[in-house]
């Protein structure tokens, strides 16, 4: 269990830590807003009051980047359960058609998915989905490649013996997949889950050039309107950090709670 | 070794052929336990005895030959590809059981939960019964203070016994066991031995695969020596170690006794 200790308590520090960021961040705005307007003789004068109004429109923004992240991850996720069992399908031509549709995910930019599908849906399929629904099936169709690929190197990481220990039990597909596959392949692949997910969420930000209004497109809107690129910038990653590092730590605990029982010490 | 052996054969296995590729691992191989027999197999790897228990399971298909099931059909080869499956198959699979070499509990169950799904989810007992039924094997085993252990945290020994007491909770007719101490650290080798010894002399039919010659003596009613994918030879302990008759096993016996 001592490794496992150890991790438990480098979260504990990890928490420590943010606050201390937090704490840090304050001190920085405090000593920033107090200070502004005036200054040593540098070009830009750092303004951090000016950002206020603008709070509640970036905040918003950011309500949507999580609608949009939440919408592609679980959706993301369910088709990527579907791809990794055709990955692994007897079939070749379902093997090959499937690893055709993960390399192109995984080997063209994202923005330009989001594009196409934006673009060249309504083309080849006369179906016009709105701004929203299109980035969401374009984040989804490129999710499931990622999750795919995640989903069946957890399968494939568990022992055959394992599987057959299922079988020899006399459980059946579903219940060994239940039982058996699913329970291990979950616990190794978690990690990557959550980052292909905290990647996602940093990925929306595309959406704002197709002029989804999601945190980086208010952010280009207030900006300007301000003319205070900086400060709203500075404010926009600190939102998209806001979410994505405290979710960070609630998975990395619970990631030490699913492998409570499973640490060797024999 | 005395105990209660009838004529009815559990298993019964006739002209099992089976080919990977170009080779023929197992070549027309003809055996049968009958009940409360211990039958032990031996041979040099590759010979084919971990394929003929997985075979026999389903686990692994074959080409050519019969599978009975205490006197019924199990499934049947003809032709190299078609395999005809008796009625009633499910549960005559579910009458064999087989305890592997290792990774056989799952690490995210309990001791108890591995021994308890089976009765639960397969044999559909009610919950109840399936309780006591885990608690009584776990202690038949020796494994009482563990029930409540998770995989990891139990030594070698103690992972196989459980997985022993996982069969036995399935009310199975057979059990397998292959090289079930093959994987482990030598001090650990006598508790699963002892356990198995025990259930020999209980009554229960088995067919063990291992390297474990005084088990093999001590312990089978009859001993086979199994050799590129055939059975060289057949007979009691006694007779096969003390006086074999092929060239074959007297070579195999004399590398692995010295």
């Given at each position: 269990?001592?490794?496992l200790?150890?991790?438990?308590?480098?979260?504990?520090?990890?928490?420590?830590?943010?606050?201390?960021?937090?704490?840090?961040?304050?001190?920085?705005?405090?000593?920033?807003?107090?200070?502004?307007?005036?200054?040593?003789a540098?070009?830009?004068h750092?303004?951090?009051?000016?950002?206020?109004?603008?709070?509640?429109?970036?905040?918003?923004?950011?309500?949507?980047?999580?609608?949009?992240?939440?919408?592609?991850?679980?959706?993301?996720?369910a088709?990527?359960?579907?791809?990794?069992?055709?990955?692994?399908?007897s079939?070749?031509a379902?093997?090959?058609?499937?690893?055709?549709?993960?390399?192109?995910?995984?080997?063209?930019?994202?923005?330009?998915?989001?594009?196409?599908?934006?673009?060249?849906l309504p083309?080849?399929?006369?179906?016009?989905?709105?701004?929203?629904?299109?980035?969401?099936?374009?984040?989804?169709?490129?999710?499931?490649?990622?999750?795919?690929?995640a989903?069946?190197?957890?399968?494939?990481?568990?022992?055959?013996?394992?599987?057959?220990?299922?079988?020899?039990?006399?459980?059946?597909?579903?219940?060994?997949?239940?039982?058996?596959?699913?329970?291990?392949?979950?616990?190794?692949?978690?990690p990557?889950?959550?980052?292909?997910?905290?990647?996602?969420?940093?990925?929306?930000?595309?959406?704002?050039f197709?002029?989804?209004?999601?945190?980086?497109?208010?952010?280009?809107?207030?900006?300007?309107?301000t003319?205070?690129?900086?400060?709203?910038?500075?404010?926009?990653?600190?939102l998209?950090?806001?979410?994505?590092?405290?979710?960070?730590?609630?998975?990395?605990?619970?990631?030490?709670?699913?492998?409570?029982?499973?640490?060797?010490?024999? | 070794?005395?105990s209660e052996v009838?004529?009815?054969?559990?298993?019964?296995?006739?002209?099992?052929?089976?080919?990977?590729?170009?080779?023929?691992?197992?070549?027309?191989?003809?055996?049968?336990?009958?009940?409360?027999?211990?039958?032990?197999?031996?041979?040099?790897?590759?010979?084919?005895?971990?394929?003929l228990?997985?075979?026999v399971?389903?686990?692994?298909?074959?080409?050519?030959?019969?599978?009975?099931?205490?006197?019924?059909l199990?499934?049947?080869?003809?032709?190299?590809?078609?395999?005809?499956?008796?009625?009633?198959?499910?549960?005559?699979?579910?009458?064999?059981?087989?305890?592997?070499?290792q990774?056989?509990?799952?690490?995210?169950?309990?001791?108890?939960?591995?021994?308890?799904?089976?009765?639960?989810?397969v044999?559909?007992?009610?919950?109840?019964?399936?309780?006591?039924?885990?608690?009584?094997?776990?202690?038949?085993?020796?494994?009482?203070?563990?029930?409540?252990?998770?995989?990891?945290h139990?030594?070698?020994?103690?992972?196989?016994?459980?997985?022993?007491?996982?069969?036995?909770?399935?009310?199975?007719?057979?059990?397998?066991?292959?090289?079930?101490?093959?994987?482990?650290?030598?001090?650990?080798?006598?508790?699963?031995?002892?356990?198995?010894?025990?259930?020999?002399?209980?009554?229960?039919?088995?067919?063990?695969?291992?390297?474990e010659?005084?088990?093999?003596?001590?312990?089978?009613?009859?001993?086979?020596?199994?050799?590129?994918?055939?059975i060289?030879?057949?007979?009691?302990?006694?007779r096969?170690?003390?006086?074999?008759?092929?060239?074959?096993?007297?070579?195999?016996?004399?590398?692995?006794?010295?």
């Open positions: 269990m001592g490794a200790r150890q991790e438990a308590k480098a979260s504990r520090v990890a928490v420590l830590a943010v606050l201390g960021c937090v704490l840090g961040l304050g001190v920085v705005w405090f000593l920033l807003t107090s200070i502004g307007g005036s200054g040593p540098v070009s830009y750092w303004d951090f009051r000016i950002v206020e109004p603008y709070l509640p429109v970036l905040l918003e923004g950011l309500g949507l980047t999580l609608e949009l992240s939440i919408a592609s991850i679980a959706l993301g996720m088709l990527g359960l579907f791809v990794a069992m055709a990955r692994l399908s079939i070749a379902v093997r090959a058609g499937t690893t055709l549709y993960v390399e192109v995910m995984r080997g063209t930019p994202p923005l330009i998915q989001l594009v196409w599908v934006y673009y060249a083309v080849l399929t006369g179906i016009q989905l709105p701004a929203f629904e299109s980035v969401v099936l374009a984040f989804t169709l490129n999710l499931g490649a990622f999750y795919g690929e989903f069946r190197s957890g399968i494939q990481a568990i022992p055959q013996e394992q599987v057959e220990a299922g079988e020899i039990l006399g459980l059946s597909y579903v219940q060994r997949m239940q039982y058996v596959v699913v329970p291990q392949a979950f616990r190794i692949v978690l990557v889950l959550i980052s292909i997910s905290i990647s996602l969420f940093k990925d929306t930000s595309l959406v704002s197709l002029g989804v209004s999601d945190l980086l497109y208010q952010g280009h809107v207030v900006s300007d309107v003319y205070r690129p900086l400060e709203i910038y500075t404010t926009v990653a600190l998209y950090f806001a979410i994505a590092f405290p979710i960070t730590l609630i998975m990395r605990r619970y990631e030490l709670h699913l492998h409570r029982h499973l640490a060797e010490t024999k | 070794m005395e009838s004529d009815t054969p559990v298993v019964q296995v006739e002209g099992l052929s089976k080919s990977f590729g170009k080779s023929l691992v197992l070549n027309s191989v003809d055996v049968s336990v009958v009940r409360g027999e211990t039958l032990v197999v031996i041979g040099p790897s590759g010979s084919g005895k971990s394929t228990c997985r075979t399971m389903g686990l692994e298909r074959f080409s050519h030959g019969k599978i009975s099931i205490e006197g019924r199990f499934a049947e080869c003809t032709n190299g590809k078609d395999l005809r499956l008796g009625s009633d198959h499910k549960r005559r699979r579910l009458a064999m059981g087989m305890v592997c070499q990774y056989t509990l799952f690490p995210q169950l309990s001791v108890r939960h591995n021994v308890e799904l089976g009765p639960a989810k044999l559909h007992l009610s919950k109840r019964v399936v309780r006591e039924r885990a608690e009584a094997v776990l202690t038949r085993v020796g494994l009482a203070e563990k029930m409540d252990s998770y995989p990891a139990i030594s070698g020994g103690q992972k196989q016994r459980a997985a022993i007491a996982r069969e036995l909770a399935m009310d199975r007719r057979l059990i397998m066991f292959d090289e079930v101490t093959s994987a482990l650290d030598p001090e650990l080798v006598h508790e699963v031995l002892q356990v198995m010894r025990e259930l020999a002399e209980a009554g229960m039919t088995m067919l063990v695969v291992t390297h010659m005084g088990f093999a003596r001590n312990v089978a009613n009859r001993v086979i020596f199994m050799d590129n994918g055939s060289v030879e057949s007979g009691s302990p006694a096969v170690f003390d006086h074999p008759e092929q060239e074959r096993t007297k070579t195999f016996l004399e590398h692995l006794l010295g």
